[in-house]
């Protein structure tokens, strides 16, 4: 461990009615006996957006800097991580598009979660979704039940 925090343990899913539609998002913390469940929604979202939301919320919800293991089943949040963003933050947060630079998608939110990162000393781990794993799988419960609050509401 890096730094002398808790050590924490992540696991997080997004979940969307239709991309874009109502979204939300799960996540379950877990730290010696101690164990959080959270979730989320938007109104007008994307399944990106709820996946990125989930790792967000959770290391939002840390009391101070931890050392973190943190599950996704979301391929875009584990590459996002460990291989695209160096190049988004060179590039000022931009990639080539053809011959043009153009803005990453969900900007604000890969932002919002490399200042959260240099707080936490923390590891991703790609699981594999609706695979049985407990965790993952009762994230998604959270994150289905999120997005479906939010579908009723605005009906």
């Known amino acids: 461990m890096i730094n ?12 969307c009615t239709g991309n874009p539609g109502p979204g939300g998002w799960g996540a379950i913390l877990t730290s010696g006996s101690h164990r959080k469940e959270l979730k989320g929604g938007e109104d007008h979202t994307t399944n990106n957006r709820m996946e990125l939301m989930g790792a967000i919320s959770a290391l939002e919800a840390l009391k101070g800097p931890s050392n973190v293991e943190l599950h996704t089943d979301s391929k875009y949040v584990q590459q996002g991580i460990s291989q695209w963003i160096h190049g988004w933050k060179r590039n000022g947060w931009r990639r080539k598009d ?7 998608a969900n900007e604000q939110h890969w932002q919002q979660l490399d200042q959260l990162l240099a707080k936490h000393e923390v590891r991703f781990t790609l699981v594999r979704g609706h ?16 997005a479906a609050a939010v579908r009723q509401q605005s009906e």
């Open 4 to 15: 002398d925090g808790p050590h924490v343990v992540i696991y997080t899913d997004g979940a």
């Open 98 to 104: 053809g011959r043009q630079w153009v803005p990453i």
């Open 131 to 146: 695979a049985g794993h407990p965790e993952n799988e009762r994230c998604d419960v959270l994150a289905v039940a999120a």
